[in-house]
């Protein structure tokens, strides 16, 4: 089993969420998961800082602790707003290409989930932006329907990572499907809102699911590490992270992008 990490870019700026509830939700949030002692009072306070900085992400810290770390990853940008997704165009591009500068890949973080002209419209701003011929996508918020696949492939995806399961990859016309099988939110904030497991929990669960894809024989198992966690604001998810990159080279796990998936899979 080979490992592949993605990092999805949800956020930017705070001020980019001037025109949405994004800021004061994350406030209420962060309120709540203090009261329940699920964060410290320096991390709390360390949110508030980064609200009055306007710095809601660590692009360049987790590429360097990526590099640093002979991580493959690949990072999900988006080309389009909705759904809390607001950064600018100029953002985004300015990010595209920062991050292909520097070795990594990038793929689409999809908003249309099953509109085919507007899935169309951002693969070809995407194209347009990044110069890349073979494109990979991840819904935000991990949206799909029974169209979604099909209409990924007609638009010309390379592959695609929003369906949340333990399995192997599939190919959908042209397109591959790459399963996402463990992501930060869902093991973090087991069903719920709010943070509700300590480092010692997260790792336990981590430890389950690696287990369970080995014994289904996975090929590939994929992570998903959003950047804006990369912080100290954020203890345990960066805290995480950090040991799940060590946990999965102690196991042998070599890591690998979506693309070298793919070009595996298509040459086997």
Avoid at 224 to 230: A, I, P, S
Wanted: aromatic letters at 14%.
């Amino acid at each position: 089993m080979k490992a592949i990490i993605s990092h999805d870019v949800d956020h930017i700026t705070v001020w980019e969420h001037n025109k949405d509830l994004i800021i004061p939700k994350f406030l209420v949030r962060s309120s709540i998961e203090l009261i329940r002692k699920s964060i410290s009072v320096k991390e709390y306070l360390r949110r508030l800082n980064d609200i009055l900085n306007n710095k809601w992400q660590n692009l360049e810290e987790l590429m360097i602790f990526d590099k640093e770390n002979s991580v493959k990853s690949t990072f999900f940008v988006g080309v389009s707003n909705g759904l809390g997704l607001s950064y600018s165009l100029k953002n985004a591009q300015y990010w595209i290409k920062n991050i292909l500068k520097e070795g990594f890949d990038v793929g689409v973080h999809g908003i249309a989930y099953n509109d085919f002209d507007d899935m169309k419209k951002e693969y070809d701003l995407f194209k347009q932006i990044s110069g890349q011929e073979k494109i990979g996508i991840r819904m935000h918020y991990l949206r799909s329907d029974k169209t979604t696949l099909e209409l990924l492939s007609k638009t010309g995806y390379y592959f695609d990572s929003t369906l949340y399961e333990l399995d192997n990859p599939f190919k959908i016309g042209d397109l591959w499907e790459l399963p996402l099988c463990l992501m930060d939110g869902y093991i973090i904030n087991k069903n719920s809102r709010y943070q509700n497991q300590n480092l010692k929990q997260v790792k336990d669960t981590t430890k389950e699911i690696i287990e369970e894809a080995f014994r289904k024989n996975l090929k590939y198992f994929t992570v998903l590490f959003h950047d804006r966690y990369f912080s100290d604001s954020f203890w345990t998810w960066k805290e995480w992270y950090i040991w799940l990159i060590e946990y999965l080279r102690e196991n042998k796990i070599e890591f690998i992008s979506f693309k070298e998936a793919v070009e595996e899979m298509e040459n086997a």
